[in-house]
T-cell receptor, first 116, second 115 residues
Framework: AQSVTQLGSHVSVSEGALVLLRCNYSSSVPPYLFWYVQYPNQGLQLLLKYTTGATLVKGINGFEAEFKKSETSFHLTKPSAHMSDAAEYFCAVSDRISNSGYALNFGKGTSLLVTP | DGGITQSPKYLFRKEGQNVTLSCEQNLNHDAMYWYRQDPGQGLRLIYYSQIVNDFQKGDIAEGYSVSREKKESFPLTVTSAQKNPTAFYLC??????????????FGEGSRLTVL
């Protein structure tokens, strides 16, 4: 089964600083990769996804991620953190469960704290 | 607006009681999923359904049951056999066919607390 590992359960950055959240995947086939964001007591919202094509993917709220096959990584970055970016972030990889169906396998999440 | 509606948002249950969490979607998606979220453990798949009247166990199905009688509805029952049911439960859906990448659309979640 495909899996992801998120390095660092908690990351703290200053407002205006670079955000870097790490994700490495394990997959026997070309993966579909996702980053989701979750605010307290809410569902998950898609930030961005990689399926095929360009390896640098841009998402909402100024986030982007780069698919690096050689490093089996899909790290999430944002040049300048904002207080509103404080949330839980999940990396996920598609896992084929049938001929046409997928489920997502999630990492354990990284909690981002943004300090003034 | 299209989306996924979960209810109730918060639920309290006494030990030994079954409880059913509702999930309704109007996205016309074929596939629906239930995940359980515990602090520090990410999301774990309970059950999924790719088509009406069919569903499959996920990684942690013991103590849970589901039904899929209508395309738009996928209720989850937490039974008394579930040893540690206190958690945040998330329902999701995906296209399920065609150009499916597995991208999930989530509801707002239901928080179950066992007293």
């Amino acid at each position: 089964a495909q899996s992801v590992t998120q390095l660092g359960s908690h990351v703290s950055v200053s407002e205006g600083a670079l955000v870097l959240l790490r994700c490495n995947y394990s997959s026997s086939v070309p993966p579909y990769l996702f980053w989701y964001v979750q605010y307290p007591n809410q569902g998950l919202q898609l930030l961005l996804k990689y399926t095929t094509g360009a390896t640098l993917v841009k998402g909402i709220n100024g986030f982007e991620a780069e698919f690096k096959k050689s490093e089996t990584s899909f790290h999430l970055t944002k040049p300048s953190a904002h207080m509103s970016d404080a949330a839980e972030y999940f990396c996920a990889v598609s896992d084929r469960i049938s001929n046409s169906g997928y489920a997502l396998n999630f990492g354990k999440g990284t909690s981002l704290l943004v300090t003034p | 607006d299209g989306g996924i509606t979960q209810s109730p948002k918060y639920l309290f249950r006494k030990e030994g009681q079954n409880v059913t969490l509702s999930c309704e979607q109007n996205l016309n998606h074929d596939a629906m999923y239930w995940y359980r979220q515990d602090p520090g453990q990410g999301l774990r798949l309970i059950y999924y359904s790719q088509i009406v009247n069919d569903f499959q166990k996920g990684d942690i199905a013991e103590g849970y049951s589901v039904s899929r009688e209508k395309k738009e509805s996928f209720p989850l029952t937490v039974t008394s056999a579930q040893k540690n049911p206190t958690a945040f439960y998330l329902c999701a859906s995906s296209i399920g066919t065609g150009k499916n990448t597995g991208e999930l659309f989530f509801g707002e979640g239901s928080r179950l607390t066992v007293l």
